[in-house]
C-alpha cells in the first residue's frame, strides 16, 4: 500500500487524475493505482514493478489495461460501473 500511496500523491501533485485500487494478486491482499491519461485510465502497480526490476529496465505493470494486467483482481467496490465511469461535472 506504501508503494500505491506515494504514486498517488507524486502524480495528484503533477495534476494527474490517479486513484489507488484495492484487490486480491497472487492470494493476497494488495494496493495498485490507476491513472488518467488522454482521458484513458491504466493500471499501474509500481511494487510488483520495484520487486521485478529495482533497476527500472522492464515495467511488466506500467500503464496497462485492464485485460493487460495479470495476476490483479479488484474488489468489487472499484470494479462496478459507478466506480468505472467518468464523472461530467
Known amino acids: 500500500q506504501g508503494y500505491a500511496l ?3 500523491r507524486l502524480l495528484l501533485e503533477l495534476d494527474v487524475d490517479c486513484r489507488i485500487v484495492v484487490g486480491v494478486s497472487s492470494g493476497e491482499n494488495h494496493a495498485w493505482n490507476i491513472v488518467e491519461l488522454d482521458n484513458l485510465y491504466y ?4 511494487t510488483w514493478d520495484a520487486e521485478i526490476s529495482p533497476y527500472g529496465d522492464n515495467y511488466m505493470y506500467f500503464l496497462k489495461s485492464s485485460q493487460n494486467f ?16 467518468k464523472s461530467t461535472e
Do not use: C, K, M, Q
Open 6 to 8: 506515494a504514486i498517488y
Open 43 to 46: 493500471n499501474l502497480d509500481s
Open 70 to 85: 495479470p495476476g490483479h483482481v479488484r474488489d468489487s467496490e472499484y470494479n462496478n460501473s459507478a466506480f468505472n465511469s
